[in-house]
Nanobody
C-alpha cells in the first residue's frame, strides 16, 4: 500500500513558476517509478512526466518538455515537479502517481496503481 499527498499548487501569473511536491508513504516507494499527470474538467487525465525508481531516467510529454522537471528524493520519499514558464493552458488539477514497474516509459493512466488526491494549479493571463 502506498499513500500519496500532493502539495504546492496555487495561483500564479503566466510566465511564473511553481514547484509541486508529492509525499509518499510505504516501504516500496524507492522501488517504484513515479509520474505526474494533470486533468481539466471534461478531459482525460494527461501524462506529463515520469521518473524511474532510481531517478536515472526521466520522460516528458511534449507539452511540458523543456519547461517542467521531475525529480525524486528516495531518502525522503518525495517526488517533485518543477514547473517554469507556466501558461494559462497549464491550469489543471495535478496528480502524482506510482507505478510498480520501475523502469521505462509508461504513460497510461491504467499503468499507475496509486494516486494522490490532486492539487489545483491556476495560471492567470
Amino acid at each position: 500500500q502506498v499513500q500519496l499527498v500532493e502539495s504546492g499548487g496555487g495561483l500564479v501569473q503566466a510566465g511564473g513558476s511553481l514547484r509541486l511536491s508529492c509525499a509518499a508513504s510505504g516501504r516500496t516507494f524507492s522501488s517504484r517509478a513515479m509520474g505526474w499527470f494533470r486533468q481539466t474538467p471534461g478531459k482525460d487525465r494527461e501524462f506529463l512526466a515520469r521518473i524511474t525508481w532510481s531517478g536515472g531516467s526521466t520522460y516528458y510529454a511534449d507539452s511540458v518538455k523543456g519547461r517542467f522537471t521531475i525529480s525524486r528524493d528516495n531518502d525522503k520519499n518525495m517526488v517533485y515537479l518543477q514547473m517554469n514558464s507556466l501558461k494559462p493552458e497549464d491550469t489543471a488539477v495535478y496528480y502524482c502517481a506510482t507505478d510498480m514497474v520501475p523502469h521505462g516509459l509508461r504513460v497510461g493512466r491504467g499503468d499507475y496503481d496509486y494516486w494522490g488526491q490532486g492539487t489545483q494549479v491556476t495560471v492567470s493571463s
